[in-house]
């Protein structure tokens, strides 16, 4: 099977979320783990399962503003976050203005603060939102991925996001198979 894991990330932490959930896929078939500048349509044509997360920003879905301020945070003198390659490339809400139809499996993650939701607000619903909107069947309910206040990942969290690709991966052959 064909599975493609879109992620967006300014600090490096969903893309290495991205790498883990990629990883516990690869049970399910062949794997491509891409940024969303990458994804155009040739690399999503025929997958049977697009799996898409960013990080949390104000509570939802990055905007320019704020992957504005996010690289500002990482340029000042006294910053130690380092910007993911694809950092300065178009964020997920330009990828899904851009995206047509996409009648396939799919599952949306994100990245956010340790807290309760009603408080850090989550990503992931507004991307879930999205797939749906353009046309794919949830396989899953969208998961969170925890960093700490500083914009590292928490222990464990690479572990968490292999276990629920490889969670993924069962359901996918469960749905193909059935
Ligand atoms: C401008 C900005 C706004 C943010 N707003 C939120 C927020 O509303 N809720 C939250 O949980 N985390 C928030 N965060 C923290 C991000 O979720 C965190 O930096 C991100 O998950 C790290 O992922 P990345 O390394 O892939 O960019 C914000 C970060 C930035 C830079």
């Not at 399910?28 to 960013?54: I, R, S």
């Not at 949390?56 to 990482?74: C, L, N």
């Not at 300065?88 to 939701?117: I, N, Q, S, Y």
């Amino acid at each position: 099977m064909k599975i493609v894991v879109v992620y967006e990330s300014m600090y490096g932490n969903t893309h290495l979320i991205a790498d883990a959930i990629g990883k516990g896929l690869q049970e399910a078939g062949d794997v491509v783990v891409m940024p969303v500048d990458g994804a155009d349509a040739a690399v999503l044509e025929g997958a049977d399962l697009v799996v898409v997360g960013g990080p949390t920003h104000a509570h939802g879905m990055t905007r320019e503003s704020t992957r504005k301020s996010a690289v500002e945070a990482a340029e000042k003198p006294d910053s130690d976050l380092v910007l993911d390659p694809d950092a300065e490339g178009e964020g997920l809400r330009d990828w899904f203005d851009d995206l047509g139809k996409l009648a396939t499996h799919a599952a949306a993650f994100d990245t956010r603060m340790d807290g309760p939701v009603s408080f850090t607000g989550r990503a992931s619903k507004g991307i879930a939102h999205r797939l749906t909107k353009h046309g794919c069947t949830l396989i899953d309910e969208p998961q969170s991925f925890l960093v700490t206040k500083d914009n590292h990942l928490e222990t464990d969290e690479e572990q968490h996001a292999l276990t629920w690709g490889s969670d993924l991966a069962e359901s996918l052959q469960r749905l193909v198979t059935h």
